[in-house]
């Protein structure tokens, strides 16, 4: 920002970075707005390159692998300066136009997302009244909330989100909007539905999330064959089970752990899983065990097939859950069989395991046990050296086409 300043430049702090440092928390990323052009921060952040297509953004790169986007102000969109609503099944499509930093405050989603903060005089420049609602505690849709969510649906999924990490409540009319607007996320590309609940479920806010989601239906947008499941709320031992499995993600994720994806699925599915198979009751071996496993990956299939989730991952989902009878028993018997820890699947479907007794009464997952699982998905994550391959000469020829040590080509003497 300094160097933008002396480059005689206009540079903000703008969105999430200054929300967490209002509301005391470490921010996770930091991102920039400014009136220089892409190609004119090229020029002055040499260790930088250009991203996206419509609207170009500058990711400046850092010791540590720490990156740090700036993004030029950005003018409010064509729907937003006319007054056009347009048609109700139409998605806002992205703008490249340039604007001033007051449009490219009121084009963000949420009033407390729309604050800038400047080095000038050390002070916090708010468009939108966001301040007031921090301080409150309040979510609120910059602008019409129908018309923003109508424009871009995932809107919703940040309100949830939002809510839920900060212990906010929601205004009224923004609620309204999503409770009245929920479907329009159907039409919403799938992989950037999925993004956004991976999100959700890598927070330390999922029993939050979760109980927004299943009041203002959003969740049986996003998975429609959990309606039956945890409807009607009065009474439902599955709804209960939800929430208590979320809990137990969010003391796992505030620890530091990293679950795969695939577990965080198999979290989320257990207890349509256990109405839809009956599956505590199972008590399976050999062949039948084999045939079952098969069952839950079709019906994965079935559940999932619109998410467009890899293969290996929904595999990994039918192990959890088939394998989640077997851990209750020898758990009961306290055996754990040699044979069983030797296997590939055996940490993620013990934590699974672990994880689901927790949230059914047993005692809390042990500290040893947390740490072992953290350094193990942590592990996971980190990419292995590529192999440099070794040439061993075995004395061949050299290329057939050389022919100059030989006499002629496929090293036949004329």
Known sequence: MYRLRDTGFTAYLVGGGVRDLYLGEKPKDFDISTNAKPGQLRKIFKNSRLIGRRFRL???????????????????????????????????????????????????????????????????ID???????????????????NTRIQRDP???LRVIRHAARNNFTIDR???????????????CPISRIRDELMKDLRSTACRNWAELVMESGILYVIVPFYRDVLDPPENNQNRRLFLAIQACADRLHAKGIKMPDQLLFSLLLTPWAIAEFDLLKKNLKGAEFSRFLKTIRASLDEILGHMSIKRSNKESIALHMATLPQFMRFAKENRWPK???KKSYYRECDLFFRIFSEATGSKKIPNHVVSEASKYFAGMTKLK??????????????????????????????
């Open 58 to 124: 500058v990711q400046v790169f850092f010791h540590g692998g720490k990156i740090i986007e700036v993004s030029t102000f950005r003018c409010r969109s064509e729907y937003d300066l006319n007054g056009d609503k347009g048609s109700e099944e139409t998605v806002l499509a992205s703008n490249n136009t340039f604007g001033s930093p007051s449009d490219d405050a009121f084009r963000r989603d949420l009033t407390i997302n729309g604050l800038f903060y400047e080095i000038e005089n050390f002070t916090i």
């Open 127 to 145: 468009y939108t009244d966001g301040v007031n609602d921090l301080n409150k505690g309040i979510i609120r849709l910059i602008g019409e909330p």
């Open 154 to 156: 995932a809107r919703m």
């Open 173 to 187: 009319g923004t609620w309204q909007a999503v409770i009245d607007h929920k479907k329009k996320l159907n039409l």
């Open 339 to 341: 044979w069983l820890k």
């Open 385 to 414: 050296p590529a192999r440099k391959r070794r040439y061993k000469n075995r004395g061949r020829h050299g290329p057939a086409f050389s022919g100059k040590k030989r006499g002629s080509i496929f090293g036949l003497k004329k």
